[in-house]
């Protein structure tokens, strides 16, 4: 029985899973410092929000969510950050709450046992799905607004960093 | 011994990653055809490439790429549609290689077994990885440029179907 996670390895690990989201978290990061200040919380394109308020999204999601994954504790709502007071003032406000939140799923995340990601959950009271469709959610959810903040730095005729470096 | 691969159903299965993929590929479809004929080939900002371009380019990787990951066969090259006299004219034709590319998809995913995953490949003769780091790639690339589009839409003023909604 000592073999018995083997063919989980072959497909993918949680640690495998983990680090493949902390590469996407550190180009965000990039990407949030390649904006000048004011176009972080000014700038944007048809109507759309800015890539400080998107930012604080994927934030809102990710902290509060592998919190929420990993305990079954979701008090602080879905959104504490970017639709109120929380919302941070400054890019490095913004860098600094992102970093606390890279720490805390380094915290969370080996909480959850493997055995454990087909679990059904309603995130944040709200969405149903499982703990893996939940984490699935936030990753795509991250490199989907990530990429709308490329697009922002084009227009501003900023070279965004290269999509495939995710050390 | 005949629970041996239970752990791998617990976190991630091929079926389960496939399908995600699928569901991915189903909006990024309705991302084409919200398109406008002519914006889908002539919009763009800030110097980047169209919406076409972009979904061709999702099309030579998914395509060509999952054939190479399932019969170790990369002799189309990289990019045989979108650079060069392949490139679709219409939305109709751009519709019908995507659909191409879904069956395709179909077809070759089963042919790598699961204890493949994490075989190394060089994928188009160029990228080095593991079978499941490239379809992470490919998967990554689509979301990463579709949400480029979805930037497009807006800015012409057009709603672009919901990003949760991928059944």
């Given at each position: 029985?000592?073999?018995v ?30 904006f000048?200040e004011?176009?972080?919380?000014e ?38 950050h970017?639709?109120?007071e929380?919302?941070?003032?400054t ?16 915290i ?5 046992p493997?055995?454990k ?38 227009a ?12």
């Open positions: 029985m000592e073999n996670q083997a063919p989980t390895a072959a497909l993918l690990t949680p640690e495998t899973l983990l680090k493949h989201w902390q590469g996407h978290r550190g180009l965000t990061r990039r990407v949030i410092e390649a000048p004011k176009d972080l919380f700038f944007a394109i048809g109507g759309m929000r800015t890539f400080a308020v998107l930012a604080m999204e994927i934030i809102d999601l990710t902290g509060p969510g592998i919190k929420g994954l990993a305990t079954g504790e979701w008090s602080q709502g879905p959104m504490p970017h639709s109120g929380g919302m941070s003032k890019k490095e406000e913004l860098l600094t709450l992102w970093d606390e939140t890279t720490k805390r799923l380094e969370y995340w080996p909480q959850i493997v055995e990601f087909d679990d059904k959950v309603k995130a944040f009271g709200m969405y149903d799905g499982t703990i893996l469709s939940s984490i699935l959610y936030f990753m795509d959810n991250e490199v989907h607004h990530r990429a709308q903040g490329y697009v922002y730095l084009r501003l005729g900023i070279e965004p960093p290269a999509f495939w470096d995710r050390p």
